[in-house]
């Protein structure tokens, strides 16, 4: 079992960041994966980020440019840098890990973005 939770969402202006983090309760050093999601009202959950146990990471389209996935081994965290907002990635962001074949989530983080 993975217990992962999010925090660090809130109200921002456009243009502004914010930075999200979730925490797991086991060692991510063994998690080969661990994502952030989003989910907007009305939307199915896409992905946002990725970030593999070498470094590697993945980003949609969107966020390119201005967002950036890390992890911290030491720490167990994974972060979510979010700069440049815009009103569209308003969302419910949700931590992902996957572990052992299956997907642990996380209870959410809403992220507001107002024009």
């Known amino acids: 079992q993975v217990q992962l939770v999010e925090s660090g969402g809130g109200l921002v202006q456009a243009g502004g960041s914010l930075r999200l983090s979730c925490a797991a309760s086991?060692?991510?050093?063994?998690?080969?994966?661990m994502a952030w999601y989003r989910q907007a009202p009305g939307k199915q959950r896409e992905l946002v980020a990725d970030i593999r146990s070498g470094g590697s990471t993945n980003y949609a389209d969107s966020v390119k440019g201005r967002f950036t996935i890390s992890r911290d081994n030491a720490k167990n965290t994974v972060s979510l840098q979010m700069n440049s907002l815009k009103p569209e990635d308003t969302a419910v962001y949700y931590c992902?890990?996957?572990?052992?074949?299956?997907?642990?989530w996380g209870q959410g983080t809403q992220v507001t973005v107002s024009s």
């Open positions: 086991v060692s991510i050093f063994t998690i080969n994966t």
């Open positions: 992902n890990a996957y572990y052992l074949y299956r997907n642990y």
